[in-house]
Nanobody, 117 residues
Framework: QVQLVESGGGLVQAGGSLRLSCAAS????????MGWYRQAPGKKRELVAS???????NYADSVKGRFTISRDNAKHTVDLQMNSLRPEDTAVYYC???????????WGQGTQVTVSS
């Protein structure tokens, strides 16, 4: 089992910045990908950004150049720096821990990000 605890959501004006953090605990296997997904009201959950334990990254086109993902493998943490936020970034953001070999996903409880225009 893996537990994920998120922090850092909130309310910000358009053009502002927020930083989300997620800490994983429990049984952490070496081969994994950690990342962030988001879900806006009435929409499907979508990938925002992810990073493998080897450092490979994947970003949604809508956030490229604005968001940066980073992780600390030793501390089992993943952060998402969000700059130039837009109202359409408003959503609940979920931390994800994906075990590469078993393809099993763990999810955080979600943190609300609201960007006002």
């Amino acid at each position: 089992q893996v537990q994920l605890v998120e922090s850092g959501g909130g309310l910000v004006q358009a053009g502002g910045s927020l930083r989300l953090s997620c800490a994983a605990s429990g049984t952490i296997v070496s081969l994994n990908t950690m990342g962030w997904y988001r879900q806006a009201p009435g929409k499907k959950r979508e990938l925002v950004a992810s990073m493998s334990n080897g450092g490979s990254t994947n970003y949604a086109d809508s956030v490229k150049g604005r968001f940066t993902i980073s992780r600390d493998n030793a501390k089992h943490t993943v952060d998402l720096q969000m700059n130039s936020l837009r109202p359409e970034d408003t959503a609940v953001y979920y931390c994800n821990h994906h075990r590469t070999l078993t393809r099993y996903d763990y999810w955080g409880q979600g943190t609300q990000v609201t960007v006002s225009s």
